[in-house]
């Protein structure tokens, strides 16, 4: 009952809103501008932008007392535009279906004013979405992209204020996690969406969208902040004017000499895990490539799956080349001393492939061990896998009994990290073996992520073979003297600790503490443990 007045309520505000205001301000501008040209009227003249000095002109000495206002979108973000986090809450949060009606939806956007705009894709986004996938995305997915689209300058300015204060038309949800977590925000105003028990239904609460330049008077009263950031439009020239100081932040500041574009380096807080699917910032022309390719994707990986899984080393690595994998190679296959066991290659871990992309590149049968593999993944895996249980004396034996066999693969990590960083290496591994190999692995996608904490894992080698040239880049580096393993008298934790460093040197990543607990509890909001059955603990995944 309740969705259908929702639905009748959303009919009513269209049939108003949509065509009685807006069928005649599209005519206009369609008849004034063209179909094919933006609606320049929010965008202000080269002589009123020059009535506000642009961001770079801003000192940032003594100003720890300052106040600073300003909105994530123009203000501190490099692009104006919001449609590509709206097409990531739909598409991580939602479903690819939600996302695809947000991309169909973008010539009705176009005629659309600034408003009815920013209703009709938060419908489109939050209709029927859940507010746990919400936080999900806001949480693991959203700070990834705000992060590499954040203006140096901008932040520059904002890191030497000591108060600061967000003002958004867009859903506070969106925004306000980021803002707080990682640019220490001390309030964030933005629209209130509204919600029917756990779920959004797509409408804006009362009293609407946020008026930003009335939401601050509101906020501050008669006092006037100290800082304004906005973007050229006119909404913020308003916005800014009721501060005492006021800056433009424009996307095209490079064209000065200097880059706008945040390195990595100065990220408030480093960015070491996230979560999603989609690598690339989706902006329209983006997203319809996207879907333009996900047959052939879809079709180029089940093709480059089925050759490693059923054809001889040799042949299935050239026709994996052949179709657009790039495999680098360095380093070879290791001497073999007079011990009976095995070698034990010690893999950092970048996706559920990696111990296929070794066996495949040395052209010979190696035996992985994992926590947790989905049915799935065991049944297409074309080596051999074992499940481990996480208890170390049974985890140790089954090990040792491997080795006993064959050589074995082992990624001490635990799980796998998509960023720059090596998590903390177990180290039962250096207890179980003299002939211990190091193996760097790094990963390159341009548009898909094949792992995922709170996703389908059987669908993770899937992902990252659909990308158009998925990369995987192989450094086998020398076997570890006999001095430096536990035989030469090295404790686990030190024989641990050296290959840890060594492998990140390799990669020129940087080594960390950090465990899969961590990991777990950031992006899915536990610690990766499910019960089973016969109520036995088990990973979720890699």
């Known amino acids: 009952m309740v969705f259908q007045m929702v639905l009748l309520k959303l009919a009513d505000w269209i049939l108003y809103q949509l065509l009685a205001n807006s069928c005649y301000r599209a005519v206009r501008k369609m008849r004034s501008y063209g179909l094919f040209l933006k609606n320049q009227s929010l965008k202000s003249s080269p002589q009123q932008a020059a009535s506000f000095p642009n961001v770079i002109r801003c000192g940032l000495e003594n100003r720890g007392s300052d106040t600073l206002v300003c909105d994530i979108h123009g203000g501190l973000l490099r692009t104006e535009s919001f449609f590509p986090y709206f097409m990531l809450v739909a598409f991580e949060g939602g479903s690819i279906l939600r996302a695809f009606l947000l991309l169909l939806s973008c010539p009705i956007l176009w005629v659309l004013d600034y408003e009815l705009k920013l209703r009709a894709m938060i419908f489109i986004t939050f209709c029927g979405l859940r507010l746990k996938d919400m936080d999900n995305v806001s949480r693991a997915v959203l700070p990834k992209f705000y992060l590499e689209n954040l203006h140096l300058k901008a932040f520059e300015v904002l890191a030497s204020t000591g108060s600061r204060f967000a003002f958004t038309s867009v859903p506070r949800v969106m925004v306000e996690g980021f803002l707080k977590e990682y640019l220490q925000f001390d309030n964030v105003t933005g629209t209130e969406l509204h919600t029917f028990g756990n779920y959004f239904t797509g409408l804006v609460s009362e009293p609407g969208l946020v008026s930003k330049h009335r939401a601050l008077k509101d906020y501050f009263g008669d006092k006037k902040p100290d800082i304004g950031l906005g973007s050229p439009s006119l909404y913020d020239h ?13 996307s095209d500041d490079g064209k000065s000499g200097t880059s706008s574009a945040m390195p990595r380096d100065r990220y408030p807080k480093p960015l070491v895990f996230h979560d999603g699917r989609l690598a690339f910032l989706p902006t329209p022309l983006a997203t319809l490539l996207m879907f333009l390719w996900l047959p052939i994707g879809v079709f180029l990986a089940l093709f480059r799956l089925f050759a490693g899984i059923y054809l001889p080393y040799k042949l299935a690595l050239f026709l994996g080349i052949w179709s657009g994998v790039d495999l680098r190679v360095r380093g070879c296959s290791p001497s073999r001393s007079g011990h009976r066991k095995g070698i034990l290659y010690v893999c950092t871990h970048r996706t559920l492939l990696d111990p296929v992309f070794l066996s495949t590149s040395l052209g010979q049968p190696l035996t992985a061990v994992t926590y947790s593999l989905s049915k799935m993944s065991e049944v297409i895996a074309p080596i051999k896998t074992v499940r481990l249980t996480r208890e170390r004396d049974q985890d140790g034996n089954t090990m040792r009994r491997l080795l006993s066999e064959g050589d074995l693969v082992v990624c001490p990590e635990g799980t796998t990290c998509r960023e720059p960083y090596l998590l903390r290496f177990s180290s039962l591994f250096a207890e179980l073996a003299s002939e211990i190999v190091p ?28 990308n158009p040239r ?19 008298g090295r404790s686990s934790c030190e024989v641990a600790n050296y290959i840890q460093r060594k492998l990140a040197d390799a990669l020129g990543f940087e080594c960390t503490t950090l465990t899969r607990k961590d990991k777990y509890m950031m992006l899915a909001g536990n610690e990766g443990i499910v019960q089973d059955k016969r109520k036995k603990s088990q990973s979720i995944g890699e």
């Open 470 to 488: 998925p990369s995987y880049h192989i450094q086998i580096l020398e076997k570890l003297p006999r001095e430096l393993t536990c035989d030469g």
């Open 439 to 466: 193996v760097a692995m790094n990963t390159r996608v341009s548009m898909f992520y094949g792992t995922t904490a709170s996703g389908l894992k059987c669908l993770d080698p899937i992902f990252f073979l659909m």
């Open 238 to 250: 308003l916005f800014i004017s009721l501060c005492k100081e006021a800056y433009v932040v424009s």
